[in-house]
């Protein structure tokens, strides 16, 4: 079965940083596409950042010149760093991956991906 397993998440204050990892395994197939997502507590699940197949990630407004999302192709390995965090950061991280067909103009849309990882939590205090 395939899954994807998340790590790195924690506690920091405002203007810290954190760097989220994801791990696939199960399989070695690529995937097509790769994203992180985050939902706060009564909120619904959001498009954070995600990787296209032709490497031009797209980033939410929100953490636009804050977070990095980055791909180890090899490794079908993603990354998240995350700088000058905010308290509204604050939410639990997901990881997601699709195969096939990938347009940049739903990528960041949580029904279009087939993969989940079971989440990180990320808090930061004021």
């Known amino acids: 079965q395939e899954q994807l397993v998340e790590s790195g998440g924690g506690s920091v204050q405002a203007g810290g940083s954190l760097t989220l990892s994801c791990v696939p395994s199960g399989s070695t197939a690529s995937f097509s596409s790769m994203a992180w997502f985050r939902q706060a507590p009564g909120k619904q699940r959001e498009g954070v950042a995600a990787?296209?197949?032709?490497?031009?990630?797209i980033y939410a407004d929100s953490v636009k010149a804050r977070f990095i999302a980055s791909k180890d192709n090899a490794e079908n390995t993603l990354y998240l760093q995350m700088n000058n965090l905010r308290p509204e950061d604050t939410a639990v991280y997901y990881c997601?991956?699709?195969?096939?067909?990938?347009?940049?103009?739903?990528?960041?849309?949580?029904?279009?991906?087939?993969?989940w990882g079971q989440g990180t939590q990320v808090t930061v205090s004021s």
């Open positions: 990787i296209p197949p032709n490497g031009r990630t």
């Open positions: 997601a991956a699709r195969r096939g067909v990938s347009l940049s103009s739903w990528l960041l849309l949580p029904g279009k991906y087939d993969y």
